[in-house]
């Protein structure tokens, strides 16, 4: 028995093919405008890392207040963006990773400057330097001593200074911290004259620091 495909069945496969082909063309147009905003967010982060460190490195460290807040405010910039690429990305994603290494690099120019500041300009900061782990059986307490700094900082605004640093991280930078203070695991820090290195499980603990 001979069947014939009537206008209206033509006209409805035909309309069929025509949405599916532009379902597939805004999901292909979706995809790329995403990959294509990611890029630009991780150009964007590489270069405000960039001109920080550039800024840092290349000006001449003098003792005046102007002087700390530029430095300060770069890096309070670029740390925000770091935290919104990590909850975009995931904290292990390769582009995360390799702008912590450029973080990392801008922390450590930021830490010179202000043991600078102590040494030459009779300032009294008090740098931490916190090594953290993002691995499943070190991450629930290297947030859990994240939030004991973040609230001393708080607590000692403006003297105070928190300086972050991935212990897994393939850095040059971190490696060099590591040794330098004698880092052995995470989470540890460094803190005070002497530079003690221990893990602290409540704010009192680092109250005496700040006496010198």
């Not at 963006?81 to 690099?105: A, H």
């Not at 500041?117 to 070190?138: E, H, M, R, T």
């Not at 393939?170 to 040794?179: A, D, E, I, P």
């Not at 221990?198 to 680092?206: K, R």
């Amino acid at each position: 028995m001979n069947r014939r495909i009537g206008k209206d069945q033509i006209l409805r496969l035909l309309m069929a093919f025509i949405l599916a082909t532009l379902t597939l063309s805004l999901v292909f147009i979706i995809i790329n405008s995403v990959s294509y905003i990611d890029y630009i967010s991780s150009k964007q982060q590489t270069n405000a890392i960039s001109d920080a460190i550039g800024y840092m490195e290349n000006s001449n460290i003098t003792c005046s207040s102007e002087f700390f807040s530029n430095t300060s405010e770069k890096l309070d910039f670029v740390a925000k963006s770091m935290s919104l690429l990590e909850s975009q990305w995931g904290t292990n994603d390769p582009r995360v990773l390799q702008e912590k290494v450029l973080y990392s690099q801008l922390e450590q120019d930021h830490l010179n400057i202000i043991l600078g500041f102590n040494k030459n300009c009779g300032a009294d900061f008090l740098p931490v330097l916190f090594f953290y782990s993002n691995n499943d059986n070190l991450k629930d307490r290297s947030q859990n001593v994240g939030f004991i700094l973040d609230s001393f900082r708080q607590a000692n605004m403006g003297r105070v200074m928190i300086y972050s640093f991935d212990y897994d991280l393939n850095s040059t930078v971190v490696q060099h911290l590591k040794q330098e203070y004698k880092i052995t695991g995470a989470p540890s820090i460094a803190i005070g004259t002497n530079w003690t290195v221990f893990t602290p499980d409540n704010i009192n603990e680092l109250s005496p620091y700040l006496s010198g």
